[in-house]
């Protein structure tokens, strides 16, 4: 599986669809499309979503009433609608929400629908599936008054303020992108730009929204879950990613939010983002910092570096090979854990990079305590193979360094980590400090530490690699 994506959102039960389903499927399916969410907007079209759940395994359903049909919506309907949300291929509650713009049902029916659905997801254990559209803050306010499903949810084809996505992420749900942010046009640009910067890719999802939404160019067309790939581009190039990185994480983010029944690959020891191929080299480390998600959720832009234990030089070589690395500018040692710990087999592996292609540029992400791990000086044995040295500085003192990264090695862990910065400086190797944006973090201290050592800085977001 090299480039996969999920279309989160669309409506293959609609009447769009009823001449050519399997065509359009097996279209989605060439396109990359590895699983299609289908929505219910109505009960019956909620009936007819589970039907083809049930008949394709590339395709979960979702069932609601739209708050276009909210005045649909009594104790009979809600009813069926608690059978249909227990029923093996139902993945969802929606799409319920309010829809302010076309106003097609009073909006007091809209906003009790609403609840109706937020109330029927958490009785059934499903996430929800929002639709919203000019009433964001009424929809933040019933939500912060109702509390999400446990499952939690999506904001479905979002097309808020930054200040919006900012009060949905931090509410936990996700956001999902359809056709709109390829529109064409100076005000929509700037509006999609400015969003999709803002929200992580480990919180969105895409979707189509078919059979309407066509992404440009194919505008004034039927949109499709073949199309969706137009969206994850869109994304990928706002973000300065890859088109497979986008489809990577924001697959994973459909699968853990809907529980799809979608194989995702287990852990994996190389994996490319952007031009850089990464090598997971261990699991184990010589701290045990606070803001650390590798024994919780060691997940980097979608894929698993959980090791169930260090791969060996061969198996690292294999790994390199299937990812293509000769056609990379950089291989980088990394890992959710400490490469120096490995230090014989990184350098192994680094000489022997070098060997086949001298040109490679190659890094080694560390936190900077190899010295004291080792008990001597490590430098001259990295100058030999690596170019570039990224150091986790993560603090300003050795007091805030110890609260956050809690070290097992010793003595002065703080003191070790700069004076292992400052001999990677005087040895010649291009060294990166770097920190993680915590609160208690001082940045700019940080970043004069930096510029005193003579290393270039970055700030890292958690959970942010590459
Ligand atoms: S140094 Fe990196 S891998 Fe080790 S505990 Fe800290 S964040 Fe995790």
Redesign the pocket.
Known sequence: MKQYLIDSHAHLEMRQFKSDLEQVLEKAHAAGVIHIVTVGSTLPESRRALKIAEKFREVSAVVGIHPHDAQDMDELAMEELGKLARRKRVVGVGETGLDFFRDRSPRELQEESFRGHLALAKETGQPVVIHVRDAYSRALQILEEEGLPERGGVVHCFSGTIQDAEAFLAMGLYLSFTGTITYEGRKNREWAESVLSLVPLERMMVETDSPYLTPHPFRGQRNEPAYVHLVAEYIAGVKGLSISDVGRVTTRNAVELFRLPVDLPSSILAYTIRDSVYLNVTGS?T???T??Q?SVNPVVKGHNLRLQRDPTPDEMIKALEEEGWQNRSEVVFCG???PTIRLPEVLQMASRIKELKPSMDIRLNT?GLANLYHRKNIVPELTYAIDTISI?LNAQDADTFDRL?RPSVGPDPYGSLLDFSRKCVAAGLDVVLTVVAHPEVDIEVCRKIAVDIGARFRVREYNEVG
């Open positions: 480390c701290n045990s910092c803001f650390c590798r959710y854990g400490e936190n986790s990264c």
